[in-house]
């Protein structure tokens, strides 16, 4: 067989203890470093039991395969991968380089398909049961060998579900070209949809995954303290974004998701990425964390700052409370039992002249990264939006964004909250502007 870079070949023989070395200096095995933990305790949250957490959400997703009557599901979404398997491998590289899958079985054993060289990446997890090189079949490593290396690596996968399927030859798939999920037809492999099961395995979140978020949280609230901290005129969008990142990643955090940082003008509409303009005194900054922290666990938070050390005008001010309050109402209406449509029809709408401008959604869940549900402005609803019911366990993050059609500026604000048996509990508390609020 001739050498793949992707693929670990056969005649690459392991050096001893190469591996046991490497699995004991995995970052997962080394934990979080002494500022975080540090953090933590100063806020008096516990350590997750994450050997519980793992076996839970793989719990989770058999469960929902076995509903669903598949046999297994195949993961290509790093994400999802780590919901299974609690294990990393270049998570925003392997998102758009298909090098690293995972087959979960109803029942089985589960198997990952790692990149060359990486083995000792999950030993850590304990529910991962085998490590196999992945085969890669993207046109990157392929080719115009693509069509050979489909029929490999389908051999792998037949063979995965003829020996663990117990003669079930169902399998969701969350990713998956459709020339590869074409090959597993053609023997006898029913390839069905995976989104629906990884997103209703991930909705529910179990006491150490609330811990996991719970840290995370504090983690990115301080980073965003040491961001408040370095904004001042003649900063640039770009610097003080990157506080952000330096902080989440001295917290062991992960990546962040997006660039959503905007100041002054650019606060008006949303949606503008962070740049190199130079954020002068008196300009709103406003952000977007979606920051993936530690534990692999996304905290989405959204403030809005006023840069300098003058007063805010009126309008500012006037932009400030109405986000403020659309926030805090549609906070305030969380419960477990209430359907998404309800939430939907209750949520405070804004005023006629922000409307224009509103944020994507109300509403939407969150977890490893933003997932399901999604609750929208009933403008926005049609006919083929799908309903459900609140339960304790799920996380949300309200949404606003108040900026008037054709204005100059405006206020982003978003807080993370917890459906409880009883209610909900703010998840996020990091401090409102105290200036643009009138608080001083």
Known sequence: MPFDPMVAANNHTPIPGQREKAARLNQHALGYGSLAEAE???MGIADPDLLTMRRYRLNRIRAELSHHDYAGVLLYDPVNIRY???STNMQVWVAHNPTRYCFVPTDGPVILFDYHGCD?????????DEVRPAISFMYFVSGNMVPERIKRWARDIIDVVTEHGAGNCRIAVDRLDPAAADELARFGISVHGGDEIMERARLIKSPDELLCMRRAIVACQQAMGEMESALRPGISENELWAELHRGNIARGGEWIETRLLASGPRTNPWFQECSSRVIDAGDLVAFDTDLIGPYGYCADISRTWLCGSGKPTNEQRDLYAIAVN???VNTEILR???????LGALAIDLPEDCRQNRYSCLYHGVGLADEYPAVFYQDDRTEDWGDDVL???MVLCVESYVGRSGGDEGVKLEQQV???????????DYPLDARLSGIS
């Not at 477990?336 to 309800?342: C, K, V």
């Not at 917890?418 to 996020?428: Q, R």
């Open 326 to 328: 659309q926030v805090a």
């Open 418 to 428: 917890l459906i409880t048996e009883t209610g909900h509990e703010l998840l996020s």
């Open 84 to 86: 299974a398997t609690d």
């Open 336 to 342: 477990p039992g209430i359907s998404l449509s309800e």
């Open 40 to 42: 933590w305790r100063a």
């Open 120 to 128: 000792h990446l999950s030993d850590h997890s304990k529910v991962v």
């Open 391 to 393: 339960e304790a366990g």
